[in-house]
């Protein structure tokens, strides 16, 4: 390939580069090269300029694709020193002259700041006690606190607001730099506890019953808002837990409460006092009064005697009071709360970590309070006055950065690959969905995007929900968009998919999930394929060619994201591929600082969740939390999978709507309009949109598009017919290991049967073959059944060859196992297969005319996989792992109808006949003792939907 490259690098920047461009290409000019090149030449070209890239650094590379025709390949560095399509300006000036800078959408930007800024010289004021500045000291005991910092911070406020409203204490506060204020004088109002203001838990008796966010006797409304954020700034709180309860029950702090009721919600910020912070079994006695004194004891003041600190409180305190009535509702607006909360926390994570004193704001000089220490060596490291202040500069440049920080992130660009039309019939549906995605661009924009693709399984849902979202970004400004997934195995697959199909380096496309060895041994069968040269029949660079933005990496939100390399991957990647693990913590802040950077990527990507319905019921409340997340946040959701229950689909909406409508108030361009939600649903037969308001015209028009469905796939040929398959009587009345013998025979005899009726036939030797899965509900049953299908045999004439596969195998045989798997049940070619060095020895070692190459496997055989089989015998669990398991026949063959069952399904499992009177279809299934299921067969179960024969 022919390529030019140009650069307008400035400064020291141009000179680096220079030595780089010269050892790959020949000068066509003081900033022009020009060369042929590989395409692993290009991507170490670039690779290098990566490497090396300063502020300054900015080469664009073009590839000459004809006489008169040149296409712009990617931008290294600053992408503002050329236009969308690499051309560099004529002229350029310094003025800022259409000052797009001076305008966000951000109407409560400037509240976010001041909360967040007060609340950073407040933190961690309650560091000043003595027992704290003792735990710092060399060899201090390492016992539980009885009342942590952040509490003991929240006390010292509200002896300061005392019973005043927010503008009399906002007032005093602001007065408290003025000429004349002794620093003693304004310290005491915040220290003295001789007239109740300064309540101190387990020394005076009125502390246990006044809670600061109590609607009576509480703080006022702006002082409650900055009074949480203090108090949550390391972890939300947790209900106390107590002595007696289960240990079952217990978090790492607090417990998990045994059921929560809507409307105890609205009472729970009312009872918050310092157990829900640090939760002890009893109240302290009278004879530990030493051991809580120290907590309330100040030997050294606080630092808001001293005047720098004064100074900065007092400019803060004036702005909230001239925004005082916009700023008082902000413990209802979960937007502000949320934003401001992160900019604390992030502010405080990346200010602790400065050890270098040049990188440090200035306190008092000999301030004797310290904050923390050198976790190395232990020494003492940030006084505290200094500190607050070094909090609270950081918190606010991030909030003033947020309205920016979308902009100067990458983004993908111009994707050749997820604009292309497709050439395949099967997946034209993509290009349907695009185009719609597309014209609704500008009201998804505004209020928001729910989207449900329900495509049939083996129709392209994850590269087509690429290509949605692509065509749903605006085009000048490219894709962001996190893909989460629920298993390890399939999120390394998504990823490699992306990598293979769209031509993503690494640079563009994170893949992150949650162990490290399930990578490795991804990898590892990766070069296998590159050693037998699967790799080289892909084309150099013929429709993925694209463009990538690299960002800034110097934003002050990336910067004080520190050396964490994942979590700045978390949050820069134009594409996510990830487990949701790594997406859920930013709604959960138990453990501080775990939720800043996937609150980040929501704030700054859009979201697909892939087979969202294959969560267990107990991960619901976590998956809807996400889903309202991601509308608080401004992200746009995708929800993909062929089985979505209706219920899942208008819970999720809802929640999504309630966090855009909060989105909205803050950000829309209509702040007083509820958000009219661009609702979009998608299959390969048809497309159809919708504004939904509210969720009464979002289900009506959800279900009517599922009618639809239903009625067109009913109209398909069929290429999967399923049977019931009548259980041996006398099942109850057996031990379990004879019961489980007679379960293996009838699994052997089902699969003959169907082997019979949906076979081929070996091109070499003639022999008849058929590759079927047996799917069992539970891994503990499947051992005892395996070996007794290995006692059974198989009639004369016939072999079966097994293999077990289940979630419990150790990593590396289990890896071995689906790589084996993934290789044999690829039949797009029908006969390839055949060819397989393991499979053509296994059909010539036997002599037998018919041979059975049976998965006897667990539900991780239904989910995830893109394996095609000839038939199924179903041990059932729930409806919808039937249709997982079922888009696993013919699978890639679409053309292929039967007119005989290639799926049969048991009318009960297992743990029926082991467990009467207990819950059947769980675990995996969703029947519990709340909801029991009667009876546990599936011809009553399911007699609506099946004929006088059992056939659906």
């Not at 009885?146 to 929240?154: F, G, L, P, T």
């Not at 190395?376 to 003033?400: F, K, N, R, Y």
């Not at 958000?675 to 009506?700: I, K, M, R, T, Y």
């Not at 150790?810 to 790589?819: F, K």
Request: aromatic share 6%.
């Amino acid at each position: 390939m022919n390529v030019v490259l140009v650069s307008q690098c400035s400064k020291r920047a141009l000179t680096e580069t220079r030595r780089i461009l010269d050892q790959f290409a020949e000068r066509r000019g003081e900033r022009t090269w020009q060369t042929a090149i590989t395409q692993a030449g290009l991507d170490t070209l670039r690779r290098l300029l990566r490497k090396t890239a300063r502020k300054n650094t900015a080469v664009a590379c073009h590839w000459i694709r004809g006489r008169d025709h040149s296409e712009l390949l990617w931008i290294v560095g600053d992408a503002g020193q050329f236009n969308p399509e690499g051309a560099v300006p004529t002229d350029t000036t310094v003025r800022d002259v259409l000052r797009r800078e001076d305008e966000n959408d951000w109407h409560s930007l400037r509240v976010i700041r001041l909360i967040a800024a007060l609340a950073a010289l407040l933190h961690d004021l309650g560091k000043a006690c003595a027992a704290f500045q003792a735990r710092l000291k060399p060899g201090a005991p390492r016992e539980k606190n009885r009342y942590r910092h952040e509490w003991i911070s929240v006390r010292l406020f509200q002896a300061f607001v005392g019973r005043d409203d927010d503008a009399a204490w906002l007032q005093r506060l602001a007065d408290g730099a003025n000429e004349g204020v002794a620093g003693k004088v304004f310290e005491a109002a915040w220290l003295s506890h001789a007239d109740g203001r300064l309540l101190r838990d387990g020394i005076d008796q009125g502390a246990r019953t006044n809670k600061p966010w109590a609607g009576d006797g509480g703080l006022p409304p702006l002082a409650q808002a900055v009074a949480w954020l203090v108090f949550t700034h390391h972890r939300l709180p947790a209900m106390p837990r107590s002595s007696t309860e289960p240990s079952e029950t217990a978090l790492w702090h607090g417990r998990i409460p045994g059921g929560v009721h809507g409307a105890e919600l609205d009472t729970a910020l009312g009872k918050i006092d310092a157990d829900w912070n640090e939760p002890w079994a009893s109240q302290p006695t009278p004879q530990e009064r030493g051991l809580i004194e120290p907590y309330w004891t100040f030997g050294h003041g606080l630092p808001v005697r001293t005047l720098p600190w004064r100074k900065r409180a007092a400019r803060i305190a004036q702005g909230l009071l001239k925004n005082l009535p916009g700023s008082q509702g902000s413990l209802q607006d979960p937007f502000a709360m949320h934003v401001s909360r992160m900019a604390l926390m992030l502010g405080d994570h990346h200010y602790s970590s400065l050890k270098d004193e040049a990188q440090r704001v200035r306190g008092e000089q000999d301030h004797p309070l310290f904050a923390n220490t050198d976790r190395a060596t232990g020494a003492l490291l940030q006084p505290l006055d200094e500190h607050l202040l070094g909090v609270e500069a950081h918190a606010s440049q991030l909030v003033h950065a947020l309205p920016g920080l979308v902009a100067q992130l990458p983004h993908l660009v111009g994707h050749r690959g997820l604009k292309k039309r497709s050439s395949h019939p099967l997946f034209r549906w993509q290009d349907k969905a695009a185009d719609l995605v597309a014209g609704l661009r500008r009201s998804a924009a505004e209020h928001g995007a729910f989207i449900v693709n329900m495509a049939s399984t083996g129709c392209g849902k994850t590269l087509g929900n690429a290509r949605i979202m692509n065509a749903l970004a605006e085009p000048g400004q490219g894709l962001r968009c996190a893909f989460a997934i629920g298993l390890r195995t399939l999120t390394l697959q998504t990823g490699r998919s992306f990598q293979r199909d769209l031509g993503l380096g690494d640079d563009e496309l994170a893949i992150q999930v949650g162990g490290a060895a399930s990578r490795e041994l991804f990898e590892y069968y990766e070069q296998l394929a590159e050693q037998t040269g699967s790799a080289s029949r892909m084309g150099l660079l013929d429709e993925t060619t694209h463009v990538v933005y690299e960002g800034n990496d110097s934003h002050p939100v990336l910067k004080q994201l520190g050396d964490d390399a994942n979590a700045r991957r978390l949050v820069s990647a134009p594409l996510l591929v990830c487990t949701v693990d790594h997406l859920t913590p930013a709604t959960e802040g138990l453990r501080g600082g775990r939720q800043i950077a996937p609150m980040l990527r929501l704030m700054t990507g859009d979201l697909v969740l892939d087979e969202p319905d294959d969560f267990d019921l107990d991960d619901l409340p976590a998956l809807t939390r996400l889903v309202y997340w991601a509308g608080l946040l401004g992200a746009r959701v995708l929800l993909s999978s062929a089985t979505l229950p209706p219920a899942l689909v208008q819970g999720l909406f809802m929640a999504y709507r309630e966090g855009r409508g909060h989105f909205k108030k803050n950000r829309g361009q209509r702040p007083t309009e509820m958000p009219l939600v661009c609702c979009v649903w998608l299959d390969e037969f048809a497309q159809d949109h919708l504004g939904c308001a509210d969720a009464d015209s979002f289900n009506a028009r959800h279900m009517a598009f599922v009618g639809q469905r239903d009625r067109r796939l009913g109209a398909l040929a069929a290429r999967r017919r399923a049977e019931l398959l009548p259980m041996p009587p006398g099942l109850h009345g057996l031990g379990k290991a004879e019961r489980r013998r007679g379960f293996a025979l009838l699994l052997r005899d089902a699969a003959l049967r169907l082997h019979a009726s949906h076979h081929g036939v070996d091109p070499r030797s003639g022999k008849r073959i058929s590759f079927g899965l047996v799917r069992m509900a539970n891994i503990d049953p499947l051992f005892d059944v395996a070996l007794a299908l290995f006692r059974h045999g198989a009639p004369a004439g016939t072999h079966i060859h097994l293999c077990v596969y289940h979630s419990q195998f150790p990593l590396y045989v289990r890896s071995a196992i689906e790589h084996r798997l993934d290789t044999a049940l690829n039949r797009r070619d029908v006969d390839a297969v055949f060819e397989l060095p393991d499979v053509r020895r296994a059909i010539d070692c036997q002599a037998a005319q018919d041979q059975l190459f049976i998965v006897l496997g667990s539900p991780v055989t239904e989910v995830g996989r893109d394996h095609d089989y000839d038939w199924a015998v179903v041990e059932p669990s729930s409806v919808r792992s039937l249709i997982q398991l079922a888009g696993r026949v013919l699978r890639h063959r679409q053309q292929k109808s039967v007119d005989r069952p290639n799926l049969l399904v048991s009318n009960s499992n297992l743990r029926h006949f082991e467990r009467p009177g207990e819950p059947a279809f769980c675990r995996p299934g969703f029947e519990s003792r709340t909801f029991p299921l009667r009876p546990h067969t599936l011809g009553e179960l399911l007699a609506p939907m099946l004929d006088a024969q059992g056939h659906s």
